[in-house]
């Protein structure tokens, strides 16, 4: 980036002084990020409008510094090969919680935090390019699409997210796809997006196909997290849609947000056939699973009683490339006698 507009973006960062002043100053949500300006020494790229949390954004360049925050978005960045793009990563607490192919390309990648997006660190990349997502690393108050487009800095927001910021219809693995398409078209490989989501397309095809004749739907409770209260996935989180591709039914799918607490009372009375434990690292996916069974209330829960349990991997139960294949390991586990593994 030239030094001229590092300055600026550091005098930026002075005027704002703090995060919250600077969220003060930011349009909320995307609405605002209507447009990227062009900047010296991009590639230039055909103007292609992109939407965005709903809002049209005009990308017409092609980032060369780009800051990725959370591991499925990391996942879904190294799966488009565009590691050569990366000037920083976070939200990653351990890089070997990545797929092993993927952990050599972050060898040389400056991890800024793994935990919550740091303005200064951030700047500090002197990054042209962010992606992210909302309660993934943009936050109101603090980092958020506007606040960086303030700041003369582009970003694309994870599309499952935007429940956060805006209405949505449903959650479909078809978000996932959307996105790496997305991706694409921002970084000038739209072939190579293509290729990788018609693989999956074809792979999630396969496994609907052979569970259209399915009539009874298991019942799968998502256990992310929690003692007193559990953290689970209502009908706008990605595996909402999983659960339905896997020919089974949510038992919090009237919980009209992405990832959020529910309550064990609940759990007791829509009874789970299966649970699906998120290994998240919080704690281990063996100690959820001793914590579930060693819960006297739950003793008789279907899925407790018969310890059917499923693990995914966080950024397999986020949206990210490992999405389908998670679907059909779940479909296997419900309805072997249909869907079998590779």
């Given at each position: 980036?030239?030094?001229?507009?590092?300055?600026?973006?550091?005098?930026?960062?002075?005027?704002?002084?703090?995060?919250?002043?600077?969220?003060?100053?930011?349009?909320?949500?995307?609405?605002?990020?209507?447009?990227?300006?062009?900047?010296?020494?991009?590639?230039?790229?055909?103007?292609?409008?992109?939407?965005?949390?709903?809002?049209?954004?005009?990308?017409?360049?092609?980032?060369?510094?780009?800051?990725?925050?959370?591991?499925?978005?990391?996942?879904?960045?190294?799966?488009?090969?565009?590691?050569?793009?990366?000037?920083?990563?976070?939200?990653?607490?351990?890089?070997?919680?990545?797929?092993?192919?993927?952990?050599?390309?972050?060898?040389?990648?400056?991890?800024?935090?793994?935990?919550?997006?740091?303005?200064?660190?951030?700047?500090?990349?002197?990054?042209?390019?962010?992606?992210?997502?909302?309660?993934?690393?943009?936050?109101?108050?603090?980092?958020?699409?506007?606040?960086?487009?303030?700041?003369?800095?582009?970003?694309?927001?994870?599309?499952?997210?935007?429940?956060?910021?805006?209405?949505?219809?449903?959650?479909?693995?078809?978000?996932?796809?959307?996105?790496?398409?997305?991706?694409?078209?921002?970084?000038?490989i739209e072939a190579r997006a293509e290729t990788l989501v018609n693989a999956q397309r074809a792979q999630l095809s396969d496994i609907t196909t052979a569970l259209q004749g399915v009539t009874h739907k298991p019942k799968v409770f998502v256990f992310d997290s929690g003692t007193d209260i559990p953290v689970t996935t209502g009908r706008y989180a990605m595996p909402q849609a999983m659960i339905e591709a896997a020919a089974a039914s949510n038992i919090f799918d009237d919980l009209s947000s992405s990832w959020m607490r529910g309550n064990w009372e609940d759990v007791i009375a829509r009874n789970p056939d299966w649970i699906v434990i998120v290994d998240n690292d919080q704690p281990t996916p063996d100690g959820k699973r001793q914590f579930l069974l060693s819960k006297p209330e739950l003793a008789d829960v279907t899925a407790i009683r018969e310890q059917n349990f499923v693990l995914m991997d966080f950024s397999e139960a986020t949206p990210g490339p490992r999405n389908v294949e998670a679907t059909r390991r779940l479909a296997h586990a419900l309805h072997p006698q249909l869907v079998t593994l590779p």
């Open positions: 980036m030239k030094f001229n507009k590092y300055v600026r973006y550091m005098l930026m960062f002075l005027k704002l002084s703090t995060i919250t002043v600077m969220a003060g100053i930011a349009l909320s949500g995307c609405s605002d990020q209507s447009t990227q300006s062009q900047a010296p020494g991009k590639a230039a790229l055909a103007p292609r409008t992109i939407e965005v949390c709903g809002q049209p954004v005009i990308f017409d360049q092609v980032p060369q510094r780009a800051v990725v925050h959370g591991i499925n978005l990391i996942e879904m960045f190294l799966a488009l090969k565009l590691q050569d793009s990366l000037v920083g990563y976070g939200g990653l607490r351990d890089i070997r919680r990545l797929p092993a192919p993927m952990q050599p390309l972050l060898a040389r990648v400056p991890d800024l935090s793994s935990q919550g997006m740091n303005l200064e660190t951030l700047l500090n990349a002197q990054p042209d390019f962010v992606f992210s997502g909302w309660s993934y690393g943009f936050r109101q108050g603090q980092i958020t699409p506007a606040s960086l487009n303030e700041l003369g800095i582009a970003s694309y927001v994870l599309s499952e997210s935007c429940i956060r910021q805006v209405a949505r219809e449903r959650v479909s693995l078809e978000d996932t796809f959307n996105d790496l398409l997305n991706l694409g078209r921002i970084f000038g």
